[in-house]
């Protein structure tokens, strides 16, 4: 059985030891999103995608390619 993305993701971040802690900026683009009416909601997946990206352990593109494969899976069922 082929390895899911999600699979994938969650073994790149035990792989460099790397968890997702919101940080300050985080928060103020969390309250300027709702403030202008929106709401953005990330799940576990995306948050370690943005803490592998800036962890340096993947780059601006694979984080896109990872995420792009990732909601392509998670909307497809």
């Known amino acids: 059985m082929p390895a899911t993305i999600r ?38 997946m995306e948050d370690l995608l943005v803490a592998l990206k800036r962890a340096g352990a ?6 896109m390619n990872l995420l792009s494969q990732y909601l392509t899976e998670k909307y497809r069922h």
């Open 7 to 44: 699979s994938r993701i969650m073994a790149l971040a035990e792989n460099y030891a790397v968890h997702y802690q919101p940080t300050p900026d985080d928060a103020l683009a969390e309250i300027a999103t709702r403030l202008s009416g929106d709401e953005v909601v990330t799940d576990e």
């Open 58 to 63: 993947i780059s601006g593109a694979e984080m």
